[in-house]
C-alpha cells in the first residue's frame, strides 16, 4: 500500500469523523467499545456477545469476505457450549491480570484459540475487546496500512509489507509493537487508531 505519514499526521481527527459517518458498523462498535471490556470482565455478557464479536470480525469488512469461511467459524462458535465460552473468556481474562510467565497476551490468545473455530485473528478480535487499551484486532487492512505508515516514519519498528498467512503470536507481536508506535506517535488511542487505520485503507483502495 502506497500510504505515506503524511496521509494521517496531524489528521486522525478527520480520519476518524470519515470513519464514523461512512462504516456501517460504527455504532455497534462504539457501544461494543464501551461496555463490553467491563462485561467480559464481570461476567455479565452472554453468548451473542461472543458471537457479536466473531461475527463483527468478519462482516466488517463489508467486501471481499470468504464466506465460505466466516459460515464455519460462525458455526462453530454457535455451536460451542456457553460455559465453553465463558471458560476461555475467563482464562483470558486471568491471563492478562497476571504478571509472571511468559506474556500475558500470549497466554490469553492461547485461551481464546481454544474456543471451536476461532484462529489467532478472530482471538485478536476477542483480545481487543477485553483490553481495547492495549491491544487491536489484527487483519489485513489494518496490517496493510501499519506496515505502510511505519515504514514511513521510521520509527524502529519494522513489519513486513506481506500479511502473515497464517497469522501467528511472533508476527500478531510485531504488529502489536508497530501498533503501540504509531498510537504514541499520534497521540491517540487504539480505538481511534483503529478508525483512523480503517479510513485511510478506504480511501487507498477507493482510489
Given at each position: 500500500?502506497?500510504?505515506?505519514?503524511?496521509?494521517?499526521?496531524?489528521?486522525?481527527?478527520?480520519?476518524?469523523?470519515?470513519?464514523?459517518?461512512?462504516?456501517?458498523?460504527?455504532?455497534?462498535?462504539?457501544?461494543?467499545?464501551?461496555?463490553?471490556?467491563?462485561?467480559?470482565?464481570?461476567?455479565?455478557?452472554?453468548?451473542?456477545?461472543?458471537?457479536?464479536?466473531?461475527?463483527?470480525?468478519?462482516?466488517?469488512?463489508?467486501?471481499?469476505?470468504d464466506h465460505g469461511a466466516?459460515?464455519?467459524?460462525?458455526?462453530?462458535?454457535?455451536?460451542?457450549?456457553p460455559r465453553e465460552l465463558?471458560?476461555?473468556?475467563?482464562?483470558?481474562?486471568?491471563?492478562?491480570?497476571?504478571?509472571?510467565?511468559?506474556?500475558?497476551?500470549?497466554?490469553?490468545?492461547?485461551?481464546?484459540?481454544?474456543?471451536?473455530?476461532?484462529?489467532?485473528?478472530?482471538?485478536?478480535?476477542l483480545l481487543w475487546f477485553?483490553?481495547?487499551?492495549?491491544?487491536?484486532?489484527?487483519?489485513?487492512?489494518?496490517?496493510?496500512?501499519?506496515?505502510?505508515?511505519?515504514?514511513?516514519?521510521?520509527?524502529?519498528?519494522?513489519?513486513?509489507?506481506?500479511?502473515?498467512?497464517?497469522?501467528?503470536?511472533?508476527?500478531?507481536?510485531?504488529?502489536?509493537?508497530?501498533?503501540?508506535?504509531?498510537?504514541?506517535?499520534?497521540?491517540?488511542?487504539?480505538?481511534?487508531?483503529?478508525?483512523?487505520?480503517?479510513?485511510?485503507?478506504?480511501?487507498?483502495?477507493?482510489?
Amino acid at each position: 500500500m502506497d500510504r505515506s505519514l503524511a496521509d494521517i499526521e496531524g489528521r486522525v481527527a478527520d480520519r476518524v469523523e470519515a470513519y464514523r459517518e461512512s462504516a456501517p458498523f460504527h455504532p455497534v462498535e462504539a457501544e461494543a467499545i464501551e461496555s463490553l471490556p467491563e462485561a467480559f470482565r464481570s461476567g455479565e455478557y452472554g453468548k451473542r456477545d461472543v458471537e457479536w464479536v466473531v461475527r463483527w470480525y468478519f462482516r466488517r469488512a463489508v467486501t471481499d469476505i470468504d464466506h465460505g469461511a466466516r459460515r464455519a467459524v460462525e458455526s462453530a462458535v454457535s455451536d460451542a457450549e456457553p460455559r465453553e465460552l465463558r471458560g476461555a473468556i475467563w482464562d483470558a481474562v486471568d491471563a492478562l491480570d497476571e504478571e509472571a510467565g511468559s506474556p500475558p497476551h500470549h497466554r490469553a490468545l492461547d485461551a481464546l484459540t481454544g474456543i471451536p473455530g476461532v484462529d489467532l485473528e478472530v482471538a485478536s478480535a476477542l483480545l481487543w475487546f477485553l483490553d481495547p487499551d492495549e491491544y487491536l484486532v489484527v487483519g489485513e487492512r489494518e496490517w496493510a496500512v501499519v506496515a505502510a505508515l511505519t515504514d514511513d516514519a521510521d520509527i524502529g519498528v519494522d513489519l513486513d509489507e506481506q500479511y502473515p498467512e497464517p497469522m501467528t503470536v511472533d508476527a500478531y507481536d510485531r504488529y502489536l509493537d508497530a501498533v503501540r508506535a504509531l498510537a504514541d506517535l499520534l497521540d491517540v488511542d487504539h480505538w481511534h487508531l483503529y478508525m483512523a487505520l480503517r479510513s485511510v485503507h478506504a480511501e487507498a483502495t477507493d482510489r
